[in-house]
């Protein structure tokens, strides 16, 4: 079982960052994939940000060049900086780790972009 902790949510202006945390806890041996998903009302989820353990990176057209995904291995964590944040940023992040062909899921974070 692995337990994923969010943190770093919230509500800002346009043009502004976040920084959005994930800490993989439990049996977090053998987890090869942790990446960021959103949800907005309406739309489907869809990831934003995924890194593996060997260090391959990928990153949603809409947010390359303004989010960057890094990790901390020591920590079992992995993070979202997010900047440049536009109002279509928008939506219900959630955490995710990949373990022996299974996804578990964060409970999910609302970031809110306001004009």
């Known amino acids: 079982q692995v337990q994923l902790v969010e943190s770093g949510g919230g509500l800002v202006q346009a043009g502004g960052s976040l920084r959005l945390s994930c800490a993989a806890t439990g049996n977090i041996f053998s987890i090869n994939f942790m990446g960021w998903y959103r949800q907005a009302p309406g739309k489907e989820r869809e990831l934003v940000a995924s890194?593996?353990?060997?260090?391959?990176?990928n990153y949603a057209d809409p947010v390359k060049g303004r989010f960057t995904i890094s990790r901390d291995n020591a920590k079992n964590t992995v993070y979202l900086q997010m900047n440049s944040l536009k109002l279509e940023d928008t939506a219900a992040y959630y955490c995710?780790?990949?373990?022996?062909?299974?996804?578990?899921w964060g409970q999910g974070t609302q970031v809110t972009v306001s004009s």
């Open positions: 890194t593996t353990i060997g260090g391959r990176t």
């Open positions: 995710a780790a990949q373990q022996y062909g299974l996804t578990y």
